[in-house]
């Protein structure tokens, strides 16, 4: 325990001596989130829409994501809260 305590110390004080700022987090509530919602879901749904068949897994994407379309609000709403409660994120680029 100790020595977490003293790596967590030297870190925020390496942080601070080189005047490290926080990225801040988007609001909790952004005006155009819901729009911008449907439209990844409307992109996802048309890869799906090329396909003749889907197989088990697909059919079950493509039911969340119809679902998620039929109630944006709380699609959004649940994965707000798994992005701030679980906090795993993926490298991105």
Do not use: C, S
């Amino acid at each position: 325990a100790d020595e977490a305590i003293a790596i967590y110390t030297t870190t925020v004080h390496w942080l601070e001596a080189r005047k490290f700022t926080p990225i801040p987090a988007p609001p909790v509530t952004y005006k155009h989130d819901t729009k911008l919602l449907i439209l990844a879901l409307e992109r996802l749904k048309d890869g799906y829409a090329v396909k003749a068949r889907l197989n088990h897994t697909e059919r079950e994407e493509l039911g969340l994501i119809e679902q998620a379309y039929d109630n944006p609000h709380e699609a959004l709403t649940r994965i707000k809260r798994h992005m701030l409660t679980q906090r795993a994120f993926k490298e991105v680029g």
